[in-house]
């Protein structure tokens, strides 16, 4: 019903900069929350941040001031500044958003995950 594309990911240099974006397809649906994940390896995944339908935004302490969420309503879509980019942060990056859906009864609630896009900082 609904299906999450992920695309901006790649190979920075430390302090550069990558757009990471996600865009939610399908209809019948209302977004609640969007979010950004990453999980590098041998490691738990881990909230990056996360924005809600109002427009409120969290974000874990090891970026913040560094990364930007934003969101396009009317493009179903999440999008992620990195910037200053640090080699800890190379991962595999996953778009998550919690999704009313508004086509079947009762109306559930669901977690939709991307694909991921690997982020590799490096020099």
């Known amino acids: 019903q609904v299906q999450l594309v992920e695309s901006g990911g790649g190979l920075v240099q430390p302090g550069g900069s990558l757009r990471l974006s996600c865009t939610a397809s399908?209809?019948?649906?209302?977004?609640?929350?969007m979010g950004w994940y990453r999980q590098a390896p041998g490691k738990q995944r881990e909230l990056v941040a996360i924005?809600?339908?109002?427009?409120?935004?969290n974000y874990a302490d090891s970026v913040k001031g560094r990364f930007t969420i934003s969101r396009n309503n009317a493009k179903n879509t999440v999008y992620l500044q990195m910037n200053t980019l640090k080699p800890e942060d190379t991962a595999v990056y996953y778009c998550?958003?919690?999704?009313?859906?508004?086509?079947?009864?009762?109306?559930?609630?669901?977690?939709?995950w991307g694909q991921g896009t690997q982020v590799t900082v490096s020099s």
């Open positions: 924005v809600i339908s109002g427009g409120s935004t």
């Open positions: 399908g209809s019948g649906f209302r977004i609640n929350s």
């Open positions: 998550n958003m919690d999704i009313t859906v508004l086509s079947i009864a009762p109306t559930p609630i669901y977690g939709y």
